[in-house]
């Protein structure tokens, strides 16, 4: 099992230019989330989806866009880049509907600087 | 609204040292409790994990964590820390309403451990 992987590793946009990040898990997770890393703030939920075709606002949702077309697949869309989005995004995943709420299994993480 | 505390942002100890980080919690209900840990380059990891029964639960490489309910604190512990240590450590709670079906945590801000050689 690859777990949670992310896709870009890196990226680097000008203000105002668009972007997807995609995370994958292979667990067959319900839940999988959106949350970004900033020094000394932790990590702060932006977005979660509970199913297929489900999604719903975190803590930070201004200014991201999320989809779950397939079970595996989460994506976060910017859809007009600030440097205040310059940060580390992770996505999680985790157990399926019904069962103890397990942990989160994280994925690598992407690096996106926004100019 | 629930949040989390580690009072603790950056802690140096030698290697050999003990140590011990501490997490608050503010809900007064039923609590699920995690610590994670970040090395550097790296995403995070489960340490170990709190849900119910013995409040003193061990986790992987040496580390374990107390459940004190009446303290709202699950405080993180290792008698004599290495330099692989070095790492970002987070305390994390589901908490009840907030958690819920829906499994989201509440993460505190971090602590950084160095441990130097």
């Known amino acids: 099992n690859a777990g949670v992987t992310q896709t870009p590793k890196f990226r680097v946009l000008k203000t105002g230019q668009s972007m997807t990040l995609l995370c994958a898990q292979d667990?067959?997770?319900?839940?999988m989330y959106w949350y970004r890393q900033d020094p000394g703030m932790g990590l702060r939920l932006i977005h979660y989806?509970?199913?297929?075709?489900?999604?719903a606002k975190g803590e930070v949702p201004d200014g991201y866009n999320v989809s779950r077309l397939k079970k595996q697949n989460f994506l976060l869309g910017l859809e007009s880049a600030a440097p205040s989005q310059t940060s580390v995004y992770f996505c999680?995943?985790?157990?399926?509907?019904?069962?103890?709420?397990?942990?989160?299994?994280f994925g690598p993480g992407t690096r996106l600087t926004v100019t | 609204a629930q949040s989390v505390s580690q009072h603790n942002h950056h802690v140096i100890l030698s290697e050999a040292a003990s140590l011990e980080l501490g997490c608050n919690y503010s809900?007064?209900?039923?609590?699920?409790l995690f610590w994670y840990v970040q090395y550097p380059g790296q995403h995070l990891q489960l340490l170990l994990k709190?849900?119910?029964?013995?409040?003193l639960v061990k986790g992987i490489k040496g580390f374990e964590a107390e459940f004190i309910k009446s303290k709202f604190s699950f405080n993180l512990r290792k008698p004599s820390v290495q330099w692989s240590d070095t790492a970002e450590y987070f305390c994390?709670?589901?908490?009840?309403?907030?958690?819920?079906?829906?499994?989201?945590?509440?993460f505190g801000t971090g602590t950084l451990l160095a441990v130097q050689p």
């Open positions: 999680a995943s985790s157990s399926p509907r019904g069962a103890i709420p397990y942990e989160q299994y």
């Open positions: 667990m067959n997770h319900e839940y």
């Open positions: 989806s509970v199913g297929e075709g489900t999604t």
């Open positions: 809900y007064g209900g039923t609590v699920n």
């Open positions: 709190y849900f119910s029964g013995d409040p």
């Open positions: 994390a709670v589901n908490a009840g309403n907030y958690g819920g079906a829906t499994n989201k945590l509440i």
